[in-house]
Structures are given as structure tokens and as C-alpha cells.
């Protein structure tokens, strides 16, 4: 199968400033996408050329083999678009939005209502949708974006400003959007969501990719220590010291921490002094990347 | 077509569940008719007041005929005591005090107001004149007969409903454009419209259709008012001919609110241009009192809005039982305006705020 998207080498400046400067990226078909990177780094940017509400200054976009640009309405039924801002129609309730946007691409309102059901919002399809909850527009939007069953979907940020109950509800439904077999791109500034959702992650900065691949692999090219930690008192830090020379060991008077590169050996020592108490395990996460990458603490 | 249909479906609801709009696209001018309307319903100028001290026989033992015409004009009380009735005349009680001393009529007055004044001296005069003519016992030569040149029904009414209506549409169409155009910016609409497969000219005809489908609301609401007997507005023959008229000048006030929309970042800086465009357009054009004895270059500066040209328009076929052909020139300078101004308009417009 072709890949549903590929990116050459595209760059966007807004006078002197370089909003994307030269992204090149493939995305395959049924993958689950993800652009990561703080506020400003570029990633709405380049949605949006892919998605073909800009023009690229430079650069080639292929979007399910056409190109987005110009507007091509032959390829917008076959994409679905979540913007960042809930574009809504004002004082319409759910259904009446939903059955709007339907009706944009010639789908009955039956199928409307049935996505409805499927974000789990037909007990508020009366409701007009400036008094919906922020995980509730923001499942809508994804349910009008769904629709007409486009076989791309872009989403922008779709979890920004919502709260972590209502995250974790809208990242079921988006891993039951992308095992239905739709190609999912989306953009976050949450480390953790794209580690849990995402195929593969770019990790942008400044317009520019730093680094792509599987969250994953790209946590374990790091090789950063893995921080192992129990309850403090049941081994003093010198004790510690003594039986792992490699490792860091710190203790804050709640927990006993080593930093260590081999954690497995750290772990069966642990186990044989049954001294597993209040036991965590923390490998490092897409956010030391980012440090290691730039040089530079995250801040979404 | 689907496209048209139901984006025009979504707009209208969301006009008619705005309560802010309803309110002024509909009430607030109605309003606006009822007070005028009430206010001005005789359409007679107001009688001025008269009071006569102690016995004035040259007016109390008039003819009927006489009587009946001092009556039309003024409102007479009666006192037997000079200083009082001087007094009410001095503070502006009354225009004027009368008293007959043998053959001499003495009119006491005040200048504080010329018009009523002016109304008694005239009431006055004739009362002398005929009665010094009945003196001569000759019969009267010379005769006045006052014709007014409008149906004698003409009302107040009937230039306050298509002023006040002119005013509604403008205010409707030119919020109703601005707000439309700021919202969506702001929400991104526009952009997520874009990317479904409805055509711009779709969304484009489906808000410039809503916004007709309201003046047209604007109008039978209007009329519907109006044409009651307590108003007693009274339509000429060829009424229908302010349809188009109208519709015309909605495209007019659009492209206003879409110039307003263009530049405004936010709905308060949006209602606030569109407010500062359409009351000074809305007096200048005579939506609430006639223009026609305003200094020259008000006039000449009143052509400049569409509302003036519709206005008179529908005077015309509204009221003046002009030809349903006389507002094709009115017509057609509406419908100039509605493409210089949404030139400029598509020039200035924007995506996005930043």
C-alpha cells in the first residue's frame, strides 16, 4: 500500500520568521502519526499545508497521492479535519452541527446521529453546543470530522485544555478511530499522549524535525539510565553504594533512587534481599529527549 | 445546491435563536414605529392655546361657520381676570390671552413661541376681517379653498413605515454581515468550510439569501403593524415594487458590514463600527424625519448612503402611488454600491486574526 502521505522537504516563512523550514516526512497508510513539540514549533503550520489550507512557500505535499494545493474537492471527502478552535455553527445543538456537516458531504442524518452515539453523546444531542463541556466539543468536533468516514484525519491538539479524565476518554476514542483502519495524524505538546498513542513521532522544534520514529526506539537511543526506586530504610545509601558501585544512588528520606544502566542486575539484587518495597521503575521518556535533543527542559 | 441549502438552514437558525439579534433587527425598530406612530398619529399640528378674558362676543357670537374653523386651531379656556390669564401666558402655560374692548380686539402674547403666536394673530385677523366684511353687508368676493395634494388620508404613518423599515434592514443586514464575518474568523468557520467539499459561492449565497430571507421578515412584520386600523397605514398600488428595491439594498448594507467585518478583530469592535455606520447614515437618510428642508449639502451628502436611495424609493412605490418603473434608477445605484463596496471589501478581507 502507498503511503497516505508524504512530505518533501516544506517551508513556510511569515517575514523573517521560519514558521516550518524544511520537513520532510512519509506517513503510512493506517499508521497512527503524531508532530510533537511546544507551542510555536511549527506543528499547526504543518498540518495545515498538508491538510491544504495553506500554500507552502517551497516544498511538495502528497496527500493520498494528489496534491492538497489547490483546493482539490476531490480529495477533501476523503480526508477529515479537527482545527485546533471548535468550529461550530452558533447555537446549533450537537445534532444540528453534526447533521450540518453531514449534510456538507451528502451523508443521511442517520449516520449522523449513529457518530454521535459512537463519541457517547446522545444524551446531549439537544444541548447547544456553547454549553457542552470542553471533553464534549471537543469529542463532537472529532465526530464531525468522522462523519462522512474519511480515510485521513487530521486532528489539532485535540486534548489541549482538557482535564486528565477527559483525556484519557477522548485517547480510547481515538485508538478505536485508528484501529478502524484510518491513518490518524495528530498534533500534541504532551509528551506522554504521544508516547501512548502514537506509531511514530516527529519531534519538531523551531520548524524543523529533530528527530522521527517509534516513541519507543527513540526513548531506548537515548540510553539514558532507568531510575529504580524503593522505600527508604530498607537499605542505607552506603549499603546501596556498596552493592551497585555503577549506579547513582540518592535518597530523599521517602524514597532510596539508583540510576542505573543495568537495571537488571539492580533489580534480581533488590528482589534477593527482599527489598522490593514501594518498588517504581522509571525508564526515560520522550521529554529527556527533547532535553537531550535541544538542550533545553520541555515546556509544552 | 445541498451545500446552499443547508448552510442557509444553519445561519437562519442561528439568527432566530439570537436573541440580541431578533431584538434589534426586529423589536427595537418596531419600537421605534410604535412611539412615532403614536406620537404622530393626527397628524395635525398642534393646537395653540388660547385664553379669552371675561366677555369676548366678536368670538363667542361668531357664525358656526366661523367658530368651527377657530376651533380647528386653537383651544380657547375662559377667566374674568386679567392679571392671572397674563400670568399663564408670560410662563408659557398659553399662547395667547384675548380680550374685546367695545370694537378693538387686544391680543396679549408671548415671543417665547413664534408658531403659536403666529397661529392666533392669523386666527385673529380672520375673525376682524369677516366681521368687518359682515359690517358692509356686501357678500364676500373673493374665496380660499385649501386643497392638500396628497390623499387626503396621507398620514404621519405613511412616511414613518418605510423610513423606520429602511433603518431595520440596514441595521440587520450590515450587524448581521459584520458579526457573521468576525465569528467565523474567529471559530475558523471559514477554513473548516474550505476544507469540506461545499463551494465557496454556496456559503457566500446561502448568507447573502438568509440575509434577504430577514428583510423580507423585516418588511411583512413592518407592514403587518403598520396596516392595522389603529395605524391606518395605507399601501399604493404598486407596493410590491419595494421587493426588489429591498433586496437590492440588503446586498447594499452586506457589503457594509462585510468592510466593517473585514477590519474589526472582535463581535464589540464588529457591532460598534456597524453602529457608527448606520445611525448617522440612518438620520442623514431620513428614517426618521423628512430631509427635504435641510440645508443643501445634507442633501447632496445623503445620496452617498444606499439607505437614502432606498428610502426614497419605497416612498415612491410605497406611498406616493408613484410606477413600479420609477425605482429601477434607485435600484440600480443600490446595486453599485453593492459592487464597489465589495471590491474593497475582498481586498481587505482576512483568514485569520494574526
Redesign the interface.
Known amino acids: 500500500m502507498p503511503p497516505s502521505i508524504v512530505v518533501t522537504d516544506i517551508r513556510k516563512w511569515y517575514g523573517e520568521t521560519h514558521a516550518v523550514d524544511g520537513v520532510s516526512f512519509e506517513v503510512e497508510a493506517g499508521e497512527f502519526f503524531g508532530i510533537l513539540g511546544p507551542n510555536g514549533a511549527g506543528k499547526t503550520t504543518t498540518l495545515e499545508i498538508i491538510?491544504?489550507?495553506r500554500k507552502a512557500d517551497a516544498g511538495r505535499v502528497s496527500l493520498l497521492g494528489l496534491s492538497p494545493w489547490p483546493?482539490n474537492?476531490r480529495l477533501?471527502?476523503r480526508?477529515g479535519?479537527q482545527?485546533?478552535?471548535?468550529?461550530?455553527?452558533?447555537?446549533?445543538t450537537a445534532r444540528?452541527q453534526i447533521r450540518?456537516?453531514a449534510?456538507?458531504?451528502?451523508v443521511p442524518p442517520a449516520k449522523a446521529d449513529e457518530m454521535l452515539e459512537v463519541v457517547a453523546l446522545e444524551d446531549k444531542a439537544d444541548t447547544?453546543t456553547e454549553k457542552l463541556s470542553g471533553g464534549q466539543v471537543q469529542r463532537l468536533s472529532i465526530a464531525c470530522a468522522l462523519v462522512h468516514g474519511p480515510e485521513v484525519v487530521f486532528l489539532d491538539e485535540p486534548t489541549a485544555a482538557l482535564d486528565p479524565q477527559a483525556r484519557r476518554n477522548l485517547w480510547d476514542l481515538l485508538r478505536d478511530i485508528n484501529a478502524q483502519g484510518r491513518t490518524v495524524v495528530l498534533t500534541t505538546h504532551y509528551m506522554d499522549e504521544a508516547e501512548l498513542l502514537c506509531d511514530r513521532v516527529a519531534i519538531m522544534d523551531a520548524g524543523k524535525i529533530l528527530q522521527l520514529g517509534p516513541p519507543a526506539s527513540l526513548v531506548r537511543g537515548l540510553e539514558a539510565p532507568t531510575r529504580i526506586g524503593i522505600e527508604t530504610g530498607l537499605l542505607s545509601i552506603e549499603e546501596a553504594k556498596q552493592v551497585f558501585p555503577d549506579a547513582d544512588v540518592e535518597d530523599d528520606g521517602v524514597s532510596l533512587t539508583m540510576s542505573t544502566r543495568n537495571p537488571a542486575v539492580v533489580l534480581s539484587t533488590l528482589a534477593d534481599r527482599n527489598a522490593l518495597r514501594g518498588l517504581s521503575v522509571r525508564g526515560a521518556t520522550l521529554e529527556d529527549v527533547f532535553l537531550t535533543l535541544t538542550g533545553r527542559e520541555y515546556r509544552a | 445546491m445541498?451545500?446552499f441549502l443547508?448552510?442557509a438552514?444553519?445561519?437562519f437558525?442561528?439568527w432566530r435563536?439570537?436573541r440580541a439579534a431578533l431584538f434589534f433587527t426586529l423589536l427595537f425598530p418596531l419600537i421605534f414605529l410604535l412611539i412615532f406612530g403614536s406620537l404622530f398619529k393626527s397628524g395635525n399640528a398642534p393646537k395653540a392655546k388660547v385664553i379669552l378674558i371675561g366677555a369676548v362676543p366678536m368670538i363667542e357670537q361668531a357664525p358656526a361657520a366661523v367658530q368651527d374653523r377657530i376651533n380647528d386651531v386653537l383651544k380657547i379656556t375662559k377667566v374674568d381676570d386679567l392679571d392671572s390669564a397674563l400670568a399663564k401666558v408670560k410662563n408659557g402655560d398659553d399662547a395667547a390671552a384675548i380680550e374685546q374692548r367695545g370694537n378693538q380686539l387686544v391680543v396679549h402674547f408671548s415671543r417665547s413661541d413664534a408658531t403659536a403666536s403666529g397661529a392666533v394673530f392669523a386666527a385673529v385677523n380672520s375673525i376682524v376681517e369677516g366681521a368687518n366684511l359682515a359690517a358692509t353687508g356686501q357678500p364676500a368676493r373673493f374665496q380660499v379653498d385649501a386643497q392638500q395634494v396628497e390623499d387626503k388620508s396621507l398620514k404621519p404613518i405613511q412616511f414613518m413605515t418605510p423610513g423606520i423599515l429602511g433603518y431595520a434592514i440596514a441595521l440587520g443586514a450590515t450587524f448581521g454581515a459584520a458579526a457573521t464575518l468576525v465569528?467565523w474568523r474567529?471559530?475558523?468557520?471559514l477554513?473548516?468550510?474550505?476544507?469540506?467539499?461545499?463551494?465557496v459561492q454556496s456559503v457566500i449565497t446561502a448568507r447573502v439569501v438568509v440575509a434577504m430571507g430577514i428583510a423580507l421578515i423585516q418588511m411583512a412584520l413592518f407592514l403587518a403593524v403598520a396596516l392595522t386600523p389603529y395605524f391606518g397605514l395605507k399601501l399604493s398600488r404598486y407596493w410590491w415594487m419595494a421587493i426588489p428595491l429591498i433586496l437590492s439594498a440588503t446586498l447594499a448594507f452586506l457589503s457594509i458590514g462585510l468592510l466593517a467585518g473585514a477590519k474589526a478583530k472582535s463581535m464589540e469592535a464588529a457591532s460598534a463600527i456597524a453602529n457608527l455606520i448606520t445611525i448617522p447614515m440612518a438620520f442623514l437618510s431620513g428614517s426618521f424625519f423628512p430631509i427635504e428642508n435641510t440645508p443643501g449639502w445634507i442633501q447632496a451628502l445623503a445620496k452617498v448612503f444606499p439607505l437614502r436611495h432606498l428610502n426614497v424609493g419605497m416612498l415612491d412605490v410605497m406611498v406616493r402611488g408613484k410606477g413600479p418603473l420609477s425605482v429601477l434608477p434607485q435600484i440600480g445605484i443600490l446595486l453599485g454600491f453593492t459592487v464597489v463596496l465589495s471590491a474593497i471589501a475582498a481586498r481587505l478581507f482576512r483568514w485569520d486574526d494574526v
Not at chain 1, 83 to 92: D, G, N, P, T, V
Not at chain 1, 103 to 106: D, E, M, Q, T
Request: hydrophobic residues 40%.
Open positions: 491538510e491544504g489550507l483546493r474537492p477533501l471527502p480526508i479535519v482545527l485546533q478552535a471548535s468550529s461550530f455553527f452558533e447555537r446549533l444540528e450540518t456537516f449534510a456538507l458531504y451528502g447547544r | 445541498k451545500g443547508t448552510l438552514r444553519a445561519m437558525l442561528g435563536r439570537d465569528t474567529q471559530k475558523k468557520i477554513r473548516r468550510l474550505t476544507l469540506s467539499p461545499v463551494r
